[in-house]
């Protein structure tokens, strides 16, 4: 089934098949992923694809430096017949939602979507509605060096499980993409694979998966090299150790394990931590590369036997 979806949205999206395998990750381990890339390179067709193929209730903020809380969360509204305060509900009362651009809007309008992705819930006028199950946020953003950005703050970065980068297609690629239009075949024609009902089940399964704790001590001695290196401002939290769990156990389960292996950590890892870093000063004036520092410390790390 798994395989027959990646099959699928690959259909539509035409980019690298690791991007669809971790957009699947961060769906059935329960997370939230970052789109980053310049316009027009494919973000909100691979999460409308997504949504469609796996047949859940999708919702689209289309963020703007105008964009108010109330937008995404909902507001009370006076009822005069009633004479009572209604819930109307916000843009985040979605199965899937895709967060377009969310570093195009203010830092308090992106602070509204802390509540939701952290506890699956959001609280307008003291009262706590439950979000749709399953949940995901699908965010995307250009790249902090454009006009018109906010850098996201720590605290929203470490709300997502995995950032992911999207780049410019192969010649293959682009080909077919074209292709595609002219043969109409779009989004809107995507055809769903799976059931939210059966995404749950999945989920359920995925949390399931054995992890033996020399395997997740493994997890914690990557994130420990990440706060002990110097270069970094910031290490990786301990969210980011249970995320890094978490996505070990979805990718077990893609590989059609019922197990976490050593390999499976080492794989997520990057994509896991590497949004969650940042370089000092002195590191930037260096011009050092973040993600190959990351990827020689993880290289370092001992690997349980």
Do not use: W
Request: proline fraction near 5%; glycine fraction near 6%; hydrophobic fraction near 40%.
């Amino acid at each position: 089934m798994i395989n027959k979806l990646k099959k699928h949205i690959s259909e539509y999206f035409t980019g690298k098949e690791e991007t669809i395998e971790n957009l699947l990750i961060c769906l059935f381990a329960g997370g939230h992923i970052l789109l980053e890339g310049i316009p027009g390179v494919g973000k909100t067709t691979l999460a409308s694809t997504l949504a469609r193929s796996v047949d859940c209730d999708f919702g689209r903020i289309q963020f703007t430096p105008d964009t108010l809380p109330t937008d995404v969360m909902g507001t009370e509204v006076f009822n005069m017949k009633t004479g009572e305060f209604e819930y109307r509900e916000g843009a985040i009362m979605h199965q899937i939602v895709l967060a377009d651009e969310i570093n195009r809007t203010s830092p308090k309008t992106q602070a509204s979507l802390l509540e939701a992705m952290a506890e699956g819930q959001t609280t307008v006028g003291g009262v706590k509605h439950r979000l749709p199950e399953p949940f995901m946020v699908i965010a995307t953003q250009n790249p902090v060096e454009f006009m018109g950005t906010y850098p996201l703050p720590e605290a929203q970065i470490d709300r997502f499980m995995m950032k992911i980068t999207i780049d410019y297609p192969g010649e293959s690629e682009e080909l077919r993409m074209t292709r595609n239009m002219l043969t109409g075949k779009t989004v809107e024609k995507v055809e769903s694979i799976i059931t939210s009902e059966e995404v749950v089940r999945i989920k359920e399964q995925v949390a399931g998966v054995a992890i033996k704790d020399e395997v997740i001590r493994y997890a914690r001695d990557i994130a420990e090299m990440t706060r002990n290196e110097e270069r970094f401002v910031l290490g990786a939290s301990p969210r980011a150790v249970l995320a890094l769990v978490r996505a070990s156990q979805a990718r077990a389960f893609m590989e059609g394990r019922d197990f976490v292996k050593p390999d499976d950590v080492k794989s997520v890892a990057p994509f896991v931590l590497g949004h969650r870093l940042t370089l000092t000063p002195e590191a930037k004036i260096a011009k050092e590369d973040k993600d190959d520092i990351l990827r020689k410390l993880i290289r370092k790390t001992k690997i349980p036997m």
